[in-house]
């Protein structure tokens, strides 16, 4: 209802005709296409969901005359609770991995823990576009003299391009950082280089303006060859926990 009460009834009856109409395109009906198809579900898949919105669809319209509360009324320019077409948005995440960092020739074991916040934009109900800043740690553990290993960390910052890509609760990630490497006692010298990222993850409803969500990424990091120094390569893997919030 917090959807169907901000649509005007001509809106409504809009999408109750497109959804008839691609219903009988597609076929009349799931259950006709699953029978004719020898039991196949999946050709039947794209009908099923129509049949469903379209109960759901009608169930709100039924009940919106006498449910929606007289504070959310009916808005032409209103484009849904939980998509981000054409509105803006702030996305805040806490992002952790493990790293492998090779250089010259010798590979570092080590871990990263960043928090970011990218402001973006929902360019189509497909695909949000965000840019933004991120700071943390990064470390590695490297064997000294005695055989014993130490924790290196350096202060690691950066400005991620991000492209995600919408699929019902599903989230597809793609982004290029340009990243920022410092160790504390060289924090006035930084080195610098550039991520491609990659991540799949799930988002749940959107409430009070905020959808939470969770993504699996994988990404590579190279810094290139600079005083003196040979080129530096970083593989992680991790997660990234946020928010999409609609503010």
């Not at 924090?187 to 749940?204: E, K, M, N, S, W």
């Amino acid at each position: 209802m917090q959807s169907a009460c901000r649509v005007p009834p001509e809106a409504r009856d809009g999408l109750r005709r497109w959804l008839d109409d691609r219903i009988e395109a597609l076929g009349g009906s799931a259950r006709g296409v699953y029978e004719q198809s020898g039991g196949d579900l999946d050709a039947a898949e794209e009908l099923l969901t129509l049949e469903r919105v379209r109960d759901a669809a009608a169930y709100a319209d039924r009940h919106a005359e006498v449910d929606c509360p007289f504070w959310l009324e009916p808005d032409p320019t209103f484009a849904g609770v939980q998509a981000s077409a054409r509105r803006f948005v702030l996305l805040a995440e806490s992002m952790g991995s493990l790293q492998v960092l090779v250089d010259e020739g010798e590979a570092f074991v080590g871990g990263t823990g960043v928090g970011r916040v990218l402001p973006g934009w929902g360019v189509d109900d497909r695909l949000t576009v965000a840019l933004g800043a991120e700071l943390g740690v990064a470390s590695t553990f490297p064997k000294g003299d005695d055989g014993g290993r130490s924790v290196k960390p350096v202060l690691a910052g950066g400005v991620p391009l991000l492209f995600r890509v919408h699929d019902e609760t599903l989230r597809y990630d793609t982004e290029v950082a340009f990243v920022a490497r410092a160790p504390e006692d060289a924090l006035a010298d930084p080195r610098f280089g550039v991520r491609l990222a990659h991540g799949i993850g799930v988002a749940t409803l959107r409430i009070a303006g905020v959808m939470p969500y969770a993504v699996l990424w994988a990404g590579y990091t190279w810094f290139p060859p600079a005083d003196g120094l040979g080129a530096q390569h970083v593989v992680r893997f991790g997660t990234r926990v946020g928010v999409d919030w609609d503010p």
